[in-house]
């Protein structure tokens, strides 16, 4: 499929709507074991679709399909996780104080006399992280979070997220509270929206699988994976949005992840994942070595290990499953801001938390390179037909017969 083909199968329509998913889904708070915002929005996208269903395994993952979906052999499953590092309270302490757990990723620094709003059912509470509080025998650290308006509406389990300000796109970037991983799942659904409105034809049954609690531990996924969610054939590719470096630019494309810092991924279905993307790039990720800068392909996109955190992809391949990662390259991960001179040490002034940004067109490229996957991935490693075809074309100069 080239980018032409392509472009074809992702109308112009189908981009806005997909960019307004986007929007709408990154800016809804939610964290670890409170995604519920998240999926009354996933819920009421389904219900729109007669032709899509979903369901919900033991842990509470939510999986979506086609309603007349007749192939069961080698499903493929977009895979992304609706939690984001956020507090989430777990006392009243006063009219003006409550006590918060953070859960999720994020430096010591950055919740210095932080900003922050408390989001009730009913209305949102602006507030300031005071202190870190002495709790040695819980799971998630603590906080004291103190408001000059009324608690009284404030229910234990309500979702506290940064003082971030409205999602907003300039130069191509968008500016947004969470993009890690709510743009994977804006991603995945714009994906199989497309798909699902296609004939099947001859590529694999697609299907979402969208998971709970991903920032504490992969809890979702492994529940998924011992409650046998998705069949031991599927093959899986995990969507993610991992910290940008400058190997891995914000704008670079779609990144075919081989790896993360627990494990390399299973390697047939991470050829045939970059098999996809060479073909709508017309060409690999970077030029070869016999080729100028000028050849490279204008439909971007990377293969890195990005080994500076882990994924679901680990999880999945760990009980089994054959599975890879496509992450988009993202910008303040878990909301810090200047991470890199907060890590080195050379920040002026008190860490700050950031809206997390991502390129518009890198998502774009995403949906494109899931539709890709879904209309035809490869189920014989790219690397063996290739290695048969050298052989066969070359074997003359060892003095034998090819085949």
């Known amino acids: 499929m080239n980018t032409q083909q392509n472009s074809s199968i992702v109308s112009t329509q189908a981009r ?16 670890a074991g409170c995604e519920g915002r998240v999926i009354q929005w996933v819920k009421a996208w389904v219900a729109e679709r007669d032709h899509l269903c979903m369901t919900s395994d033991d842990a509470g993952n939510l999986t979506i399909a086609r309603v007349d979906e007749c192939k069961t052999e080698r499903p493929v499953y977009f895979t992304g996780h609706l939690d984001h590092p956020a507090f989430v309270v777990e006392r009243i302490l006063s009219p003006g104080a409550v006590e918060a757990s953070f859960r999720g990723g994020v430096m010591e620094g950055y919740f210095d006399n932080a900003a922050v ?3 009730t059912a009913e209305q949102v509470i602006t507030g300031c992280v005071v ?7 819980e799971p998630f650290k603590r906080y004291l979070i103190e408001t000059e308006q009324d608690t009284s509406l404030v229910c234990l389990g309500d979702v506290c997220t940064w003082v971030l300000g409205p999602v907003r796109v300039e130069a191509g970037i968008l500016y947004t509270n969470a993009c890690d991983d709510l743009a994977a799942v804006a991603a995945a659904l714009g994906a199989l929206d497309v798909l699902s409105q296609s004939a099947q034809g001859d590529g694999p049954a697609v299907r979402v699988l969208l998971t709970l609690a991903e920032e504490i531990g992969f809890v979702g996924a492994i529940g998924a994976c011992r409650g046998k969610t998705m069949p031991s054939d599927a093959r899986v590719i995990a969507l993610e949005n991992s910290r940008s470096f400058a190997d891995s630019p914000i704008g670079g494309g779609p990144i075919v992840r081989v790896g993360d810092r627990l494990s390399v991924f299973s390697p047939s279905l991470t050829g045939a994942v970059a098999k996809c993307a060479e073909a709508l ?18 439909w971007k996109w990377q293969r890195k290990l990005m080994a500076g955190g882990a994924c679901e992809a680990s999880a999945y391949h760990a009980f089994g499953y054959e599975s890879t990662c496509i992450c988009l390259p993202l910008g303040n991960y878990h909301n810090m801001a200047d991470l890199d001179a907060v890590q080195a040490g050379t920040n002026e002034g008190q860490p700050r938390v950031g809206q997390e940004h991502i390129a518009v067109e890198d998502y774009h490229s995403l949906v494109e390179l899931l539709v890709a996957c879904g209309t035809s991935l490869p189920d014989v490693s790219p690397l063996i037909e290739r290695f048969e075809k050298l052989w066969n074309e070359k074997c003359f100069v060892l003095g034998v017969d090819g085949d």
């Open 117 to 119: 709003e408390i989001h």
């Open 281 to 298: 790039a017309g060409g690999p990720a970077s030029v070869r070595a016999t080729q100028k800068l000028s050849e490279s392909p204008k």
């Open 131 to 137: 202190e870190k509080l002495e709790a040695p025998d």
């Open 16 to 31: 806005s709507d997909h960019l307004q998913w986007l929007k709408e889904l990154t800016q809804i708070p939610t964290a």
